[in-house]
């Protein structure tokens, strides 16, 4: 099974772990609101175990989320299939399915389109393409690979 890890933009990384701090610090806050407050001088004592469970749930899930968007972001192909890992979000498609692999040179993106007319845009480093495509192709050696090159944005090269 070839692994190849999602390549996130440097301001999306920063914009991440900034709320991974702003998360760390909403707990930090949380726990002393809980240490100096007295929930038991409350007219009602169970509104204040309301509010203090909200107030752990809400930046543990983001935590949790932006970890998961940190550590399990990737493409990985085996025998069968095509796997894309966005966090918490995962989907599977079958490589039987897709149709062509397309490398738009002016857009600098990788695109693969399947025989239902879907396609997913593929987001890893440049320096990647030609190995992700070359996992795809050994694959199903019946994928069309096709380069859609800056000058004349008509296909430079096709494989099969």
Not at 25 to 42: D, E, L, Q, R, Y
Not at 82 to 106: E, M, P, Q, W
Not at 141 to 150: D, G, Q
Request: charged share 20%; hydrophobic share 45%; proline share 2%.
């Amino acid at each position: 099974m070839k692994v190849f890890k999602y390549k996130f933009s440097r301001l999306t990384t920063i914009f991440i772990y900034v709320g991974i701090a702003l998360c760390a610090i909403g707990i930090g806050v949380n726990v002393f609101a809980i240490i100096t407050g007295n929930p038991a001088s409350a007219a009602n004592p169970v509104y204040p175990i309301i509010q203090y469970s909200l107030m752990f749930l809400i930046p543990i899930i983001l935590l949790v989320i932006l970890i998961a968007l940190l550590v399990s972001s990737y493409y990985s192909i085996d025998d069968t299939t095509l796997k894309t890992s966005f966090g918490i979000i995962k989907s599977k498609y079958n490589v039987k399915d897709i149709d062509t692999v397309l490398l738009d040179r002016t857009t600098n993106k990788l695109t693969v389109h399947f025989k239902n007319s879907s396609f997913i845009v593929i987001v890893v480093k440049e320096e990647w393409y030609d190995e992700f495509i070359d996992a795809l192709c050994k694959t199903n050696t019946e994928i069309e690979y096709s380069i859609n090159s800056k000058e004349g944005g008509k296909d430079d090269e096709d494989k099969k």
